[in-house]
């Protein structure tokens, strides 16, 4: 049974910063085989894609949004994926959910993606 699970999620001032943790169960050596992501909800908006990296770390994305605020990272031996977060805006308040892609290298697609995390929350208080 494959399980991802989200934490590091909480209150935060502007401008204040968050890491949050993805872990993975259930996946084995396979984690580190696939690209993972990060996507965000907001409330009265659709789920949106914040960063993925590729299956060895190597390459990382990133919405416009969030490029040189957001960084991605991964530790394969630990079954975790990181998503560092500086320069929070009150706009970043949304639920965080780690995703698995179908592939080595992710998209910006929430369908490429095949398990999902239960997703924590980020709320940026201005």
């Known amino acids: 049974q494959v399980q991802l699970v989200e934490s590091g999620g909480g209150l935060v001032q502007v401008g204040g910063s968050l890491r949050l943790s993805c872990t993975a169960s259930?996946?084995?050596?396979?984690?580190?085989?696939?690209?993972m992501a990060w996507f965000r909800q907001a409330p009265g908006k659709e789920r949106e894609f914040v960063g993925n990296?590729?299956?060895?770390?190597?390459?990382?994305n990133y919405a416009d949004s969030v490029k040189g605020r957001f960084t991605i990272s991964r530790d394969n031996n630990k079954n975790t994926v990181y998503l560092q977060m500086n320069g929070l805006k009150a706009e970043d308040t949304a639920v965080y959910y780690c995703?698995?892609?179908?592939?080595?290298?992710?998209?910006?697609?929430?369908?490429?993606?095949?398990?999902w995390g239960q997703g924590t929350q980020v709320t940026v208080s201005s």
């Open positions: 995703g698995r892609a179908r592939a080595l290298y992710g998209s910006s697609v929430g369908q490429e993606y095949d398990y």
């Open positions: 259930g996946l084995g050596r396979a984690f580190g085989s696939r690209a």
């Open positions: 990296i590729g299956w060895s770390g190597g390459s990382t």
